[in-house]
């Protein structure tokens, strides 16, 4: 039976740290698991993008979830991500991910191969009919075949199990629409955003609450941002919505994604060692702009010192060497995207 608790609050998507030779660092992803748990993540999300999953074996993705929920030991709940590459594969991921314990799992649409919505009803519906936990389908339309509108309801209507739906596509819109077309008759089905830029607009429209790639590098900010939102405090909350953007921006275009997350995470302490995506020497992660924007982010919320020589006033950056290095890197990435 599916459970009758709604998916909540900000489900941090947890990074894995490596040893050196280029397996999951237990230790070190256990004490990571703890500092996110102490600083009052509201859940955990192992296996999502953020975390990877792709370049890892099936083997390893069900020894990661294994490690995070012994150490979480049902503090918090878990949402683990439970996509393989076909769907009985997944389904023995769902029924080993239900044997830990973990609340739900999130299931990305087919990818690789574009499907239309009927053939993503079709997965989903034979997912629905045979879990035996509950289900949050995953919408991220850049790198799977999207979920649209009419498929989340059809699902939604007619499949217990399938409880949530997690959507990093950004769009705003898209996201009224889902919970107008679910909520009459769901109104217990849980709307995730994973897109941290838009995470603010996104709880004011009705979502729940997110899977935030920044709540793995300040947990405390993107809780903060979470409560003022739902406590109504706009002008508060605008403010750390924007902050969070300036440091979401920093680590996403400063390398390859996750790479800037993970730098920005050993910043905080933390040996992530060196990721199994191997990286030119011109794509090496230049952690200057990316370790003061960190710093100075988290002294403006009284979570750190401000770094030697101070912060720039409000969102001014430093000088124009560092507004010159985000401008090319944003282009690029728009180039790469094809959006210029």
């Not at 991910?97 to 609340?103: D, E, I, K, P, W």
């Not at 409880?163 to 769009?171: C, E, F, M, N, T």
């Not at 430093?318 to 180039?335: D, K, R």
């Amino acid at each position: 039976m599916p459970s009758s608790s709604r998916l909540t609050g900000i489900f941090t998507p947890n990074l894995v740290a490596y040893d050196d030779r280029g397996d999951v660092h237990e230790a070190e992803t256990r004490r990571y698991v703890e500092w996110l748990i102490e600083r009052g993540v509201h859940g955990l999300y192992p296996n999502g993008s953020t975390g990877e999953f792709t370049r890892f074996t099936p083997e390893e993705r069900r020894r990661i979830t294994n490690i995070i929920a012994d150490q979480a030991r049902g503090r918090v709940p878990i949402l683990a991500g439970a996509a393989e590459a076909n769907v009985r594969e997944t389904l023995k991921a769902c029924e080993y991910y239900a044997s830990l314990g973990v609340r739900a799992v999130a299931i990305v649409a087919p990818f690789y191969y574009k499907l239309g919505p009927e053939s993503v009803y079709a997965y989903f519906a034979e997912i629905g009919r045979n879990t035996p936990i509950d289900v949050t389908l995953y919408n991220i339309p850049l790198f799977a075949s999207p979920i649209d509108v009419p498929t989340v309801q059809k699902l939604a209507d007619k499949f217990d199990r399938i409880v949530a739906i997690k959507d990093s596509s950004g769009d705003i819109p898209h996201m009224i629409r889902m919970i107008q077309a679910v909520r009459p008759n769901r109104p217990e089905f849980s709307f995730l955003t994973g897109w941290d830029a838009a995470l603010m607009p996104m709880l004011l429209v009705g979502a729940d609450g997110g899977t935030n790639a920044t709540s793995g590098v300040v947990p405390e900010i993107t809780r903060k941002l979470y409560e003022l939102t739902l406590a109504h405090k706009i002008d508060e909350a605008r403010q750390v919505q924007y902050d969070l953007v300036r440091l979401f921006d920093t680590m996403i275009y400063s390398a390859e994604f996750p790479e800037g997350f993970r730098a920005a995470v050993s910043l905080r302490g933390f040996k992530m060692g060196k990721g199994r995506q191997p990286l030119s020497e011109k794509q090496q992660t230049d952690l200057t702009l990316l370790r003061r924007t960190l710093q100075c982010l988290l002294a403006e919320h009284g979570f750190s010192d401000q770094p030697v020589g101070g912060c720039p006033v409000g969102n001014e950056v430093a000088n124009t060497g560092e507004i010159s290095a985000i401008v090319q890197t944003v282009v690029a990435e728009l180039q790469k995207r094809g959006m210029l």
